[in-house]
């Protein structure tokens, strides 16, 4: 063997499951049919999308069903779709429109759509918390609060922007709340989402979004800073993005849990979690090993744009981005809940569970 190829490094990749034309040329049509009923929000969308999905994949080849069943046991920190058709007349405006225009627009709910059928491939059911993006179960992804690179065109002069994904702060390797409890609800508590995935309408700039598989980082670590992690100590705040006076409290978490099946879940945030004055140094350790790993992972960047779309394992994958440099940057996300999820359910028809 080459000793140059020995001693190369791995760079990972993401997983990728690249459509041929007529497999596109379906999915479209199908998101179609799911805009012209609304959308991702309306009554019968799971059901239509799921319908939609299992004709799809009677045109799949075996080795994109494998990928998918991959992801679907929660086997893939991530899955990229390739080859989607996209809207070459929709080019970025001057200005970003105001959110609830943007809300109403047929080309974001086409996107939506197309998350919510390609969320059924891989076997899980969009849903939307209670207290989080007023119930609805597409949330957009763009500066509509200001701190990105260039200023909006009214935005005031303040130094405190909320952390969320409405601002265009950058935001640092975390994964979605709630952090709570990341499976099965618990105290009145429903799990985190088990995927998120991501289109966009608009990235003028092809700005990336940066994701960092942690297996390779948990592996790296010593077993007993692993032990610290799973202990019940670390501290964490609230989330901007629920709605004020709602959603989790301050409480004592682990970051690391362990199942049955040998695998793992994390709940992160690198802002968000912290120890106290009276934690161990063992404790304080394992948190600060921990970042430090994160911060030195290898990062996998990906160019969302309309004819892709980024599938993250919220388990097994933290995501983080810069400041936003592009205002007119638009990002399409819906949450996921796989079969094993165990939620508090409100309403399941569309699916929207308490936070």
Known sequence: MNSNNKNKKHTPRVPKICFKHAQAVAIDRYCHRLTEKGGPHAPGSAIRAETYAYVIMEMLSKDQIRTLDQYAQGKLPALLFTGLKRDEQDIPPDTMPCIQQLDEHPACIKLAARNQLLLSLVRHAAFAYDIDNDGKTTRLVGNFRGGGAT???????CE?????SHAGLSLGPHTEPPYYCSRTALEN??????ALILTARWNPRNEPTRIIPMKPVIDRLPGCCVVELTSKSFQYTRSDCFIEGTGEPDGCIPILQHDSAGTFSIRYNDYRFSTNDRSSPELQSALSLLRTDIHSAPKLEINIQPDNTLLINNTLTLHCRDTVSDNRRLLIRLFGYSSYAQPIILNNDPLIVKG
């Open 160 to 164: 405190n922007v909320g952390l969320s």
């Open 151 to 157: 200023p909006l065109p009214l935005e005031p002069a």
């Open 189 to 194: 508590h429903s799990p985190a989402p088990c």
